[in-house]
């Protein structure tokens, strides 16, 4: 490189450099200045596209509740407290969780949390007395209104990776793990324990509900009872896609037909999940 392009270079450098001081020692008051702040390092490889988005994620999450990203009731999967171990063994070889809540007499009365490792003796031994009830881990419990940002914090605090969710009259709503809160920040996580066939349309409340953005319009009218067209995109992501008419961020919304579609995750190249609210009719 000869002389004048190296003070050229430099001089540019130093052009970005000092804009991005200057956002800095001038303190963002805003999420719309970090942002900005955020889009610069990213625009001069200060830091890379995965970076920012684990950024904007870890802000979106201050935002987000236990409500957003819990596993509602119905899809819970838990284990009754009077079952024996030959009932448990399969039903944890099946599902291939690593945490599951004991309920007793209904889904409300929840005795505690049950660690598959914990029965790895039973395997070993099937003689041995099985009581469950020995077993149990305390559960946690945190409202639906539980910030996210607050809750990641506690479950690293107290090393704990699950925590029941109720609702305000006390019962049970769901359950939440950290998994779940991860997901939000760094995007999707998938083990060898997921399932390729996960439930596509799952209901959060009686008029929002979580969709995965690969399910085919098709699934969704027939499930909604609408009649979205199906001739130019085979997927809900693609129609909110051309509705956005570029690829949207997390937390984005946009209304189509009577509903709200509101992006919960997605990557740099594609929509992965979408809330679906449906709106009173005029």
Avoid: C
């Amino acid at each position: 490189m000869n002389t004048q392009d190296s003070k050229s270079s430099d001089n540019d450098d130093r052009s970005w450099l000092d804009r991005l001081t200057q956002m800095v020692t001038g303190t963002p008051y805003t999420r719309a200045d970090l942002e900005g702040l955020l889009q610069l390092a990213a625009d001069n490889e200060v830091i890379d596209a995965d970076a920012k988005t684990i950024m904007e994620g870890a802000m979106i999450v201050g935002d987000m509740q236990a409500r957003d990203v819990m596993i509602p009731r119905a899809q819970m999967v838990v284990i009754r407290a009077e079952a024996t171990v030959d009932e448990v063994l399969p039903q944890i070889i099946h599902t291939g969780h690593s945490r599951y809540p004991v309920v007793g007499e209904g889904t409300d009365d929840i005795l505690g949390i049950l660690l598959a490792k914990d029965l790895l003796g039973f395997v070993l031994n099937p003689e041995a007395n099985f009581d469950i009830q020995a077993l149990l881990r305390p559960s946690v419990i945190v409202p639906e209104s539980k910030r996210l940002n607050v809750l990641l914090r506690e479950f690293r605090q107290a090393r704990n990776h699950m925590a029941i969710v109720i609702d305000e009259y006390g019962g049970v709503a769901g359950l939440v793990t950290i998994e779940d809160v991860l997901e939000e920040i760094v995007g999707e996580i998938e083990d060898e324990t997921d399932s390729d066939e996960e439930i596509q349309i799952r209901k959060l409340t009686e008029d929002s509900f979580f969709v995965q953005a690969l399910t085919p319009v098709a699934d969704f009218n027939e499930a909604f009872n609408v009649e979205f067209s199906d001739e130019e995109f085979d997927t809900v992501g693609g129609l909110v896609l051309q509705a956005f008419g570029r690829l949207p961020a997390r937390n984005e919304i946009i209304t189509l037909d009577r509903f709200e579609f509101r992006v919960i995750n997605s990557d740099q190249r594609k929509l992965n999940s979408l809330r679906v609210t449906v709106l009173p009719k005029e």
